[in-house]
């Protein structure tokens, strides 16, 4: 049996908007799996949907930057967050996403061979920063999106400087119509993705297995609903349910948070019969800062004795 930890309990109490007994419980059921645990209190209607990634914390910038029909963004990860605003680390993390857009390179390996203006491969300034910074930081990621007419537009939400926050956004729309029409329709939409987290651009493009982990969830908060029932019965009871789920999370089908209800395909629709013109949402990125990683919990009196010298 692992060891239920109070900062698990924190941890999951801020993940799922549980109570501390509730996910104190759902820790010692799940043997402290703190995934598991979410859904747990989710089978029970203790929690909410929570999107663990967009929770989940790490330190450093996103980079995003365009040229005309071309865009990039890349993630550089930190150790804290005192490090984001060092002008050393900016500057790297703006230089290496202007590499990665002139190159049009995504590959991490790729990038990290790269030669950057000043002279010196990413990967060997990177280590010389962690060596003059004195903390660790690593390239995570890189993605590139383009279009043959049209624009790609960026945006970044809570901005340490141009071009650089904690989350960077893409939107590459494949149209003949100008770029009056395309830049605002684009700086809307990246701004509606940064708030709403798609998972996927369109319904078919959703990930399987989050859509079956969310089924298992369904299933098993519907027990007594379909207990008893042929298959094609309890399909249709979980039918409305699921399909709910993979529209609230494809981009094309989410409501626009503009208006809160119009789906964003129609939203691209219209803009593109108005301009006369038609638009296309071909790709799109959003980069949060540190999702998916889990951040290791320290305990700073610890940290501060040991340095202190009085742990011996």
Known sequence: MAEITAAAVKELRELSGAGMMD???????T????????????????????????????????????AGTKGVAVEVNSQTDFVAKNEIFQ??????????????????????????????????????????????????RAKKVEVTNGAVIPYVHNAAAPGL????????????????????????IAMHIA????????????????????????????AEKIEGKSAEVAERILNGPIEKFKKENALLTQAFVMDGKTPVQDVIAKAGKDAGATIVLKDYVRFQLGEGIEKEESDFAAEVAATAGLNR
Request: some cysteine; proline content about 3%; glycine content about 10%.
């Open 165 to 188: 926050g904690k989350i960077g956004v893409l939107v590459a729309l494949e149209s003949e119509a100008g770029v009056d029409v395309l830049e605002p329709l684009g700086k809307q």
């Open 91 to 140: 500057g790297f993390v703006r230089d290496v996403t202007a590499i990665a857009l002139e190159g049009g390179i995504d590959d991490v390996e790729a990038l990290k061979a790269a030669k950057l203006p000043q002279g010196g491969k990413v990967e060997e300034v990177l280590t010389a920063n962690i060596s003059t910074i004195g903390e660790n930081q690593v390239l995570r």
């Open 195 to 222: 708030a709403a987290f798609p998972l996927a651009l369109s319904v078919d493009d959703l990930d399987p297995e989050v859509v079956e982990r969310e089924a298992a969830i369904l299933r098993e908060k519907n």
């Open 23 to 29: 996910c104190k419980k759902a820790l010692t059921e």
């Open 31 to 66: 043997n402290g799996d703190m995934e598991a645990a979410v859904d747990w209190l989710r089978t029970k209607g203790l929690a909410a949907a929570a999107k663990k990634s967009s929770r989940t914390a790490a330190e450093g910038l996103v980079g995003v930057a365009v």
